[in-house]
């Protein structure tokens, strides 16, 4: 079972960071990913992360402004989103799979949802 959390309101320009603990079985052997939805839009990819923590994947839309990272050991994944803007307000949902890939298909086991709002 995986819990997203760190969702909140923030100003533009404003900073956050995204929890996604896993629970019940380790999700350590696995790729996690980030994905958000926008009201009336679809699913998009934000980020990944392998495994070990050593490979990374990243929208254009949020190079250089997100960072994901994890932690084995809490057997939680995090993803700092700074230079927020009101284009980044969405639901966050953290998700595993067997590949580091960007697309939804790719992930079997999902979060419910975080919330991220940016006023301008």
């Known amino acids: 079972q995986l819990q997203a959390s760190g969702g909140g309101t923030v100003q533009a320009g404003g900073s956050l960071r995204l929890s996604c603990a896993a629970s019940?079985?380790?999700?350590?052997?696995?790729?996690t990913g980030w994905f958000r939805q926008a009201p009336g839009k679809e699913r998009e990819f934000v980020a990944a992360?392998?495994?070990?923590?050593?490979?990374?994947r990243y929208a254009d839309s949020v190079k250089g402004r997100f960072t994901i990272s994890r932690d084995n050991a809490k057997n939680t994944v995090y993803l700092q989103m700074n230079s927020l803007t009101a284009e980044d307000t969405a639901v966050y949902y953290c998700?595993?799979?067997?590949?580091?890939?960007?697309?939804?298909?790719?992930?079997?086991?999902w979060g419910q949802g975080t919330l991220v709002t940016v006023s301008s």
């Open positions: 998700a595993v799979g067997r590949m580091l890939v960007i697309t939804r298909s790719g992930y079997n086991s």
């Open positions: 019940g079985r380790s999700s350590v052997a696995y790729a």
């Open positions: 992360i392998g495994w070990r923590g050593a490979s990374t």
